[in-house]
């Protein structure tokens, strides 16, 4: 059910100096960052210094390490609904709110927070957005997005004039204080704090969720198991400026191992306190322990019929559903002792358990989001059913002991405490976990999709396409899926990917249309034989961005403007004219819509260049077409990225009358040739060959003769094709356990798919080239640059240029890189 994929450990100084924070905390991020403390020892030995650090799980060595600030231990880390803030709180009450400097995931910085001063902060939470899906399992089948991931009418906490929900953070202190600061729209923060309950008391435990109707709930224990787990709500808002909070005692409950007579003290302390999810305030999961053993209690809050005295009955007799109602905690199920359980990982999927008594159909009985995680102190973890809390997986660590039935002898003595996760989270998918140990080491693990249970293939490849289409809906980062995949399932994937995405209506399709190529490019990547195909994925999504782009600068010539936008009626208009010359086409547009100043005509020439070489290499590469290995293969039969390409000559060939310096160069052994009229025409016949989906011809021979006459006519250019890819992902795929250093880059040892891609990515020595301005950047680069996080895409950080129509396309890839990817900044010296 699970297995190791990688550990990453600090390098071992003679005096380590990482020693854990107690507690230690980590937090993962639904874009696939994970955030972790330790704390660092001074040579002095004096004081300690506390560490947040910052990894994205592709390229874990590649460690943000940022000295917090925090004077006392980090207890807790929550990542914001979007993933790009982060919330540090310690044991001085303070609270720090970080995020990404530049919108690089490796450069970090704290702008705001807030504080009750000297009270330890022992839960933290982001306010809810109102913003709530549910994943329906039992529907994975279903032909629509909106049957398996449907919205749930869920009110944010706070919500601003508008409707709009306020951002802010809620926390529990140790002393029974609650703490809400809201962000204003101009960067100020508003903080209120008020006390639990008339009577404060410590708080050894807490935790925070939310309600549909926008209440928040706050749970609490004073950490012994014999004192009642205590409910709050609490309710939030805005009054004349001021933040002001209300709060409600709501029924509480005992853990059922106290009250029973047998075990009355055999648990004596609550070590975990933990709602089931952010948005499930009625159900509660409850950890008690003693030196070496703990047992877990699920419990759930129902409505329940009051029953009334049979005096009472004959009175006035209760008529209907008038019974009189409560409010009552329920146990849904106990474990049996367990070894002592050290940290818990809750599933982070909102699976919507509409069979709430525990009876799961059987197909989604193994679902990886039904689990949750419980580590224990002799390096073990298991994952237990959120409700019924029934075993469906195990991992042995290293140190911990294998199946029982090996007599106890043979079992090596482990020299030295065993170790085991201190802290640990389950990612957004539920399909890998990472656990922090005492040494501050990262282990991430993979879990299996069908839980290890022998499902058929096609089981598990369904749960994964349909993960695969959650975070395609959700936008969500798809790392943990790709752990998966193996190279023979890519295929299956892409093609059954596709399928489902075209049963969606044309709006949705529109919205989703450049994530689902980018979730095809890195399926591709993962098997040889798919592997040029990431090359048309990665041009594809270029070719949408510069045709946008490229659209958008037309501007319709007067002010009472038609219906159609200039870039509508130039797709009109050059899917209607099928001619193969250029100039007949060119004759039908208003070409006054065109004019642009020359600046901008100039500086768009190296998008305008890359449109050129691109078209020539295809048109080259047609004769020998056969080759699906070959990059480019799938464009030749794709009528709507051929149509695109044609478009975009169009408009060229108008900009090269205004500005002929803007045209692409063409290297021509003869200088009669008009090349883009050539291009143009062998461009249009092949497009008439597929321009309708359901009825694709070959193309015939004089066009392919006449595109075996390229090479002598023209250069055929080199396209610099893809990035080079340094993350762990095909690493991990024969499924060994990879071993890694914080700082330190692994060699690219037992790559196996890089042979293949070799053949597409620039030889060392060649300029190096920023992949979104196409400009060479030279074999040494100077400038700082910044590369993906996901495909490896490198662009300058700073913009060379003044030029508003390149800082428009410029300001495309500001966040993010064209595949969706997060940026990093990497070190000049990069090769």
Same mark, same amino acid.
């Given at each position: 059910?699970?297995?190791?994929?990688?550990?990453?450990?600090?390098?071992?100084?003679?005096?380590?100096?990482?020693?854990?924070?107690?507690?230690?905390?980590?937090?993962?991020?639904?874009?696939?960052?994970?955030?972790?403390?330790?704390?660092?020892?001074?040579?002095?030995?004096?004081?300690?210094?506390?560490?947040?650090?910052?990894?994205?799980?592709?390229?874990?060595?590649?460690?943000?390490?940022?000295?917090?600030?925090?004077?006392?231990?980090?207890?807790?880390?929550?990542?914001?609904?979007?993933?790009?803030?982060?919330?540090?709180?310690?044991?001085?009450?303070?609270?720090?709110?970080?995020?990404?400097?530049?919108?690089?995931?490796?450069?970090?910085?704290?702008?705001?927070?807030?504080?009750?001063?000297?009270?330890?902060?022992?839960?933290?939470?982001?306010?809810?957005?109102?913003?709530?899906?549910?994943?329906?399992?039992?529907?994975?089948?279903?032909?629509?997005?909106?049957?398996?991931?449907?919205?749930?009418?869920?009110?944010?906490?706070?919500?601003?004039?508008?409707?709009?929900?306020?951002?802010?953070?809620?926390?529990?202190?140790?002393?029974?204080?609650?703490?809400?600061?809201?962000?204003?729209?101009?960067?100020?923060?508003?903080?209120?704090?008020?006390?639990?309950?008339?009577?404060?008391?410590?708080?050894?435990?807490?935790?925070?969720?939310?309600?549909?109707?926008?209440? /928040?709930?706050? %749970? +609490?224990? #004073?950490?012994?198991?014999? =004192?009642? $787990?205590?409910?709050? *709500?609490?309710?939030? &808002?805005?009054?004349?400026?001021?933040?002001?909070?209300?709060?409600?005692?709501?029924?509480?409950?005992?853990?059922?191992?106290?009250?029973?007579?047998?075990?009355?003290?055999?648990?004596?302390?609550?070590?975990?306190?933990?709602?089931?999810?952010?948005?499930?305030?009625?159900?509660?999961?409850?950890?008690?322990?003693?030196?070496?053993?703990?047992?877990?209690?699920?419990?759930?809050?129902?409505?329940?019929?009051?029953?009334?005295?049979?005096?009472?009955?004959?009175?006035?007799?209760?008529?209907?559903?008038?019974?009189?109602?409560?409010?009552?905690?329920? /146990?849904?199920? %106990? +474990?049996? #002792?367990?070894?002592?359980? =050290?940290? $818990?990982?809750?599933? *982070?999927?909102?699976? &919507?358990?509409?069979?709430?008594?525990?009876?799961?159909?059987?197909?989604?009985?193994?679902?990886?989001?039904?689990?949750?995680?419980?580590?224990?102190?002799?390096?073990?973890?298991?994952?237990?059913?959120?409700?019924?809390?029934?075993?469906?997986?195990?991992?042995?660590?290293?140190?911990?002991?294998?199946?029982?039935?090996?007599?106890?002898?043979?079992?090596?003595?482990?020299?030295?405490?065993?170790?085991?996760?201190?802290?640990?989270?389950?990612?957004?998918?539920?399909?890998?976990?990472?656990?922090?140990?005492?040494?501050?080491?990262?282990?991430?693990?993979?879990?299996?999709?069908?839980?290890?249970?022998?499902?058929?293939?096609?089981?598990?490849?369904?749960?994964?396409?349909?993960?695969?289409?959650?975070?395609?809906?959700?936008?969500?980062?798809?790392?943990?899926?790709?752990?998966?995949?193996?190279?023979?399932?890519?295929?299956?994937?892409?093609?059954?990917?596709?399928?489902?995405?075209?049963?969606?209506?044309?709006?949705?399709?529109?919205?989703?249309?450049?994530?689902?190529?980018?979730?095809?490019?890195?399926?591709?990547?993962?098997?040889?034989?798919?592997?040029?195909?990431?090359?048309?994925?990665?041009?594809?999504?270029?070719?949408?961005?510069?045709?946008?782009?490229?659209?958008?600068?037309?501007?319709?010539?007067?002010?009472?403007?038609?219906?159609?936008?200039?870039?509508?009626?130039?797709?009109?208009?050059?899917?209607?004219?099928?001619?193969?010359?250029?100039?007949?086409?060119?004759?039908?547009?208003?070409?006054?819509?065109?004019?642009?100043?020359?600046?901008?005509?100039?500086?768009?020439?190296?998008?305008?260049?890359?449109?050129?070489?691109?078209?020539?290499?295809?048109?080259?590469?047609?004769?020998?077409?056969?080759?699906?290995?070959?990059?480019?293969?799938?464009?030749?039969?794709?009528?709507?990225?051929?149509?695109?390409?044609?478009?975009?000559?169009?408009?060229?060939?108008?900009?090269?009358?205004?500005?002929?310096?803007?045209?692409?160069?063409?290297?021509?052994?003869?200088?009669?040739?008009?090349?883009?009229?050539?291009?143009?025409?062998?461009?249009?016949?092949?497009?008439?060959?597929?321009?309708?989906?359901?009825?694709?011809?070959?193309?015939?021979?004089?066009?392919?003769?006449?595109?075996?006459?390229?090479?002598?006519?023209?250069?055929?250019?080199?396209?610099?094709?893809?990035?080079?890819?340094?993350?762990?992902?095909?690493?991990?795929?024969?499924?060994?356990?990879?071993?890694?250093?914080?700082?330190?880059?692994?060699?690219?040892?037992?790559?196996?798919?890089?042979?293949?891609?070799?053949?597409?990515?620039?030889?060392?020595?060649?300029?190096?080239?920023?992949?979104?301005?196409?400009?060479?950047?030279?074999?040494?680069?100077?400038?700082?640059?910044?590369?993906?996080?996901?495909?490896?895409?490198?662009?300058?950080?700073?913009?060379?240029?003044?030029?508003?129509?390149?800082?428009?396309?410029?300001?495309?890839?500001?966040?993010?890189?064209?595949?969706?990817?997060?940026?990093?900044?990497?070190?000049?010296?990069?090769?």
């Amino acid at each position: 059910g699970m297995d190791l994929a990688y550990v990453c450990e600090w390098e071992k100084k003679p005096k380590s100096n990482h020693c854990p924070s107690i507690p230690l905390v980590c937090a993962w991020s639904c874009r696939n960052l994970i955030a972790f403390t330790t704390d660092l020892r001074n040579e002095e030995e004096k004081d300690l210094t506390h560490m947040v650090h910052i990894i994205d799980t592709e390229h874990p060595w590649d460690v943000y390490s940022v000295n917090s600030g925090h004077t006392e231990v980090i207890t807790c880390l929550e990542w914001d609904q979007s993933g790009s803030r982060l919330l540090s709180a310690d044991a001085d009450g303070h609270i720090k709110c970080w995020s990404m400097t530049d919108h690089l995931a490796n450069s970090w910085e704290n702008t705001v927070g807030s504080v009750v001063e000297g009270d330890p902060v022992v839960a933290l939470s982001w306010l809810h957005n109102g913003v709530k899906l549910a994943l329906h399992v039992e529907k994975s089948g279903a032909s629509n997005f909106g049957e398996k991931f449907s919205r749930v009418k869920f009110s944010p906490s706070l919500t601003l004039f508008g409707g709009k929900p306020m951002e802010g953070w809620i926390a529990v202190t140790i002393s029974g204080l609650v703490t809400v600061s809201l962000l204003k729209p101009n960067g100020q923060v508003l903080t209120a704090t008020e006390s639990l309950c008339r009577l404060r008391c410590r708080v050894a435990l807490a935790d925070v969720a939310f309600t549909g109707g926008g209440n /928040i709930v706050v %749970a +609490t224990s #004073d950490g012994s198991s014999t =004192s009642p $787990v205590q409910f709050y *709500k609490v309710c939030v &808002s805005v009054v004349n400026e001021k933040c002001k909070i209300d709060t409600e005692i709501l029924p509480s409950l005992f853990m059922r191992c106290t009250t029973d007579p047998a075990r009355k003290d055999k648990y004596p302390a609550i070590t975990h306190l933990k709602f089931l999810a952010r948005d499930m305030s009625e159900q509660v999961l409850l950890c008690a322990s003693n030196q070496n053993n703990s047992i877990v209690e699920c419990w759930s809050l129902r409505k329940e019929g009051l029953p009334v005295n049979n005096i009472f009955q004959q009175i006035s007799p209760v008529v209907g559903d008038k019974q009189p109602m409560i409010l009552k905690w329920r /146990i849904l199920s %106990a +474990t049996n #002792d367990l070894d002592r359980v =050290s940290a $818990v990982a809750l599933p *982070k999927l909102p699976i &919507s358990l509409t069979n709430t008594d525990l009876k799961v159909a059987n197909d989604t009985k193994f679902f990886p989001g039904l689990g949750l995680a419980l580590a224990f102190h002799d390096g073990s973890v298991h994952i237990v059913h959120r409700l019924s809390l029934q075993m469906m997986a195990v991992f042995y660590g290293s140190s911990s002991q294998r199946p029982v039935d090996e007599p106890t002898l043979k079992r090596p003595r482990t020299a030295g405490p065993l170790v085991h996760f201190k802290a640990m989270q389950l990612s957004w998918t539920s399909l890998a976990l990472a656990g922090v140990d005492s040494h501050g080491k990262l282990s991430m693990l993979r879990i299996s999709p069908s839980m290890g249970h022998v499902l058929d293939m096609n089981m598990s490849l369904r749960h994964l396409l349909f993960l695969l289409e959650y975070c395609m809906v959700t936008g969500y980062d798809w790392w943990d899926i790709l752990l998966h995949v193996q190279p023979s399932m890519v295929q299956n994937l892409v093609e059954k990917l596709h399928e489902e995405y075209m049963r969606q209506n044309a709006a949705l399709q529109q919205v989703l249309s450049t994530r689902i190529v980018a979730m095809k490019a890195s399926l591709c990547k993962l098997s040889s034989s798919t592997i040029a195909r990431v090359c048309d994925y990665h041009a594809k999504l270029f070719l949408i961005a510069i045709s946008c782009t490229l659209k958008s600068l037309l501007r319709p010539h007067f002010l009472n403007t038609p219906d159609k936008s200039p870039g509508d009626r130039l797709t009109e208009i050059c899917s209607k004219i099928t001619d193969v010359d250029i100039d007949k086409v060119m004759i039908n547009l208003k070409t006054e819509e065109f004019v642009l100043e020359m600046t901008t005509l100039q500086s768009l020439q190296q998008l305008i260049q890359w449109v050129g070489d691109f078209v020539l290499y295809l048109l080259a590469s047609l004769p020998n077409q056969g080759s699906p290995v070959r990059p480019g293969h799938s464009f030749l039969r794709d009528g709507a990225s051929l149509g695109m390409f044609r478009e975009l000559m169009v408009v060229i060939r108008i900009w090269g009358l205004l500005k002929p310096s803007c045209l692409p160069v063409y290297t021509a052994t003869s200088d009669t040739q008009d090349s883009m009229s050539l291009l143009f025409r062998l461009l249009t016949k092949l497009w008439l060959c597929c321009r309708e989906e359901n009825h694709i011809t070959e193309p015939d021979d004089a066009l392919i003769d006449e595109c075996c006459l390229l090479p002598s006519q023209l250069l055929i250019p080199n396209i610099d094709w893809l990035p080079i890819n340094d993350g762990i992902i095909s690493k991990l795929q024969n499924k060994q356990l990879v071993r890694l250093q914080f700082g330190k880059a692994p060699g690219l040892v037992g790559h196996t798919v890089s042979s293949q891609f070799d053949a597409f990515v620039r030889a060392p020595g060649q300029p190096k080239i920023d992949h979104l301005r196409r400009l060479h950047l030279g074999a040494y680069p100077t400038e700082e640059c910044k590369s993906c996080t996901r495909c490896g895409c490198v662009t300058m950080l700073k913009s060379p240029n003044k030029v508003t129509a390149v800082k428009q396309w410029e300001q495309r890839w500001i966040k993010n890189c064209l595949c969706g990817g997060l940026w990093r900044k990497m070190p000049l010296s990069y090769s």
